[in-house]
């Protein structure tokens, strides 16, 4: 079936370091995007990245759909980064819908 | 910028009550989902809803489960008769087309106890 792979499954860092998530999905996709889940259990948008690089503040994504992988990279780090980093990604076709990885969990610490 | 807003954010539940979880999703959007997270897993699928229909359901959408758009800025998910199991964030999202980013709400807490 279709797979959305998520690596690596956790990460410690300190606060000032970068790091790099990485998603890989199975097909081609038609939609990617990178979320963070909060403590409070809250799914933050960070991007809507189907293909080509964004970046936002300390963070940004690199999609390549040929090769079926994205990437979240953070700089800087600070402890209010910690959480669940989730990418999604929706398939096309007849489904909408969007299959989500098993996430990355990031502990920051000072 | 646009919210998706779901109510309530937090609700305990005895186990064989019904459920409503509300959402009112983005006002110019035009598909509707309800996503699952049990407790430390990943987001799963449950239903779409397009076009005052379900488009598409996972397989946890049983006979216990239903969908319904009453007016033109609320989406429901009723659960029939809650099992414990049941216990998760559920979490509510729309998209304006086919091609768009989702947006999802800040979920319901459900209990079942």
């Known amino acids: 079936g279709i797979q959305v792979e998520q690596s690596p499954p956790d990460l410690i860092l300190q606060e000032g370091a970068n790091s790099t998530l990485r998603c890989n999905f199975s097909?081609?996709?038609?939609?990617l995007q990178w979320f963070h889940q909060n403590p409070w259990g809250q799914l933050i948008n960070l991007f809507y990245?189907?293909?080509g690089t964004k970046q936002n503040g300390r963070l940004s994504a690199t999609t390549v759909a040929t090769e079926r992988y994205s990437l979240l990279y953070i700089s800087s780090s600070q402890t209010t980064d910690s959480g669940v980093y989730f990418c999604?990604?929706?398939?096309?076709?007849?489904?909408?819908?969007?299959?989500f990885g098993t996430g990355t969990l990031l502990a920051v610490q000072p | 910028e646009p919210e998706v807003t779901q109510t309530p954010s937090h609700q305990v539940t005895q186990m064989g009550q019904e459920v409503i979880l509300r959402c009112v999703p983005i006002?110019?959007?035009?598909?509707f989902y309800w996503y699952r997270q049990i407790l430390g897993q990943k987001v799963e699928f449950l239903v779409s809803?397009?076009?005052?229909?379900?488009?598409?359901k996972s397989e946890i959408f049983d006979d216990q489960f239903s969908v319904e758009r009453p007016d033109g800025s609320n989406f429901t998910l009723k659960i029939r008769s809650t099992k414990l199991e049941d216990s998760a964030m559920y979490f509510c999202?729309?998209?304006?087309?086919?091609?768009?980013?989702?947006?999802f709400g800040s979920g319901t807490r459900l209990t079942v106890v």
């Open positions: 006002s110019n959007h035009l598909y």
């Open positions: 999604a990604a929706r398939y096309g076709g007849a489904t909408n819908k969007l299959i």
């Open positions: 999202a729309s998209t304006g087309d086919t091609a768009g980013g989702y947006t």
């Open positions: 809803f397009y076009n005052n229909e379900i488009s598409e």
């Open positions: 990245i189907p293909s």
């Open positions: 097909d081609s996709v038609n939609n």
